[in-house]
């Protein structure tokens, strides 16, 4: 059940996912969700968790094998291409509150963000600059991701070039915070 939401999220945006929609979607009335699904909200979590789960994979596949730069690029990519293929289900991660260490949706975005973390500690920067990397990347990537997934980005030039410019830009300001 969970899964059709997601693929109904990315149809037709998060914020139009209704209870009412993946029941119709599920081939089921409204009412029967609820022995599965406690409420929107619990169905919006569960969503965030599958997201986040996916989302780990593809990047954590991604840096197998590869470092510094490549490895940026290798997660940079491959977390794009995430957000733009899943539109819907990426945004239920976006905003949706910590609960607690031991969450499967805290367990979920902590695997996300081992890989990350692996990339900019290879860039050798200070311990206390970690946090505000893994911050400006995840902006970066979330910023771009999802405003080319909204259709974002209307002028000619081309979106792959401009992303290759901005992970590169990324890669040369974690290579100046460096400490050697």
């Given amino acids: 059940m969970v899964a059709a ?3 109904l999220a990315d149809e037709i945006g998060f914020a139009n996912l209704t209870m009412g929609l993946v ?12 022995k599965h699904i406690a409420g929107q909200d ?3 979590r569960r969503i965030a968790i ?11 596949q991604a840096v197998q094998g590869v470092a510094g730069r490549d490895a940026l690029f290798a997660a940079a990519r491959a977390f794009r291409e995430y957000v733009v293929t899943h539109p ?8 949706v509150e910590n609960d607690g260490a031991d969450s499967p949706l805290t367990q979920a975005a902590n695997r996300l963000l081992a890989p ?8 050798d920067i200070d311990e206390e600059q970690e946090v505000h990397a893994l911050r400006t990347l995840r902006s970066l990537l979330h910023g771009y991701a999802t405003l080319e997934a909204g259709r974002g980005f209307q002028w000619a ?11 590169d830009l990324m890669d040369r300001g ?5 400490r050697t």
């Avoid at 029941?23 to 609820?34: D, F, I, K, M």
């Avoid at 990350?116 to 860039?123: D, F, H, P």
């Fill in 174 to 178: 974690l290579r100046g915070m460096a």
């Fill in 5 to 7: 939401a997601a693929a």
């Fill in 42 to 44: 619990d169905l919006n």
């Fill in 23 to 34: 029941a119709e979607r599920v081939g089921v009335r409204t009412p029967s969700l609820y």
């Fill in 50 to 60: 599958l997201a986040a789960t996916e989302s780990a994979d593809v990047v954590g």
């Fill in 157 to 167: 030039t081309d979106v792959n070039e401009s992303f290759d410019w901005a992970i």
């Fill in 116 to 123: 990350l973390r692996a990339v900019v500690r290879a860039y």
């Fill in 88 to 95: 819907g289900r990426y945004a239920a991660t976006v905003g």
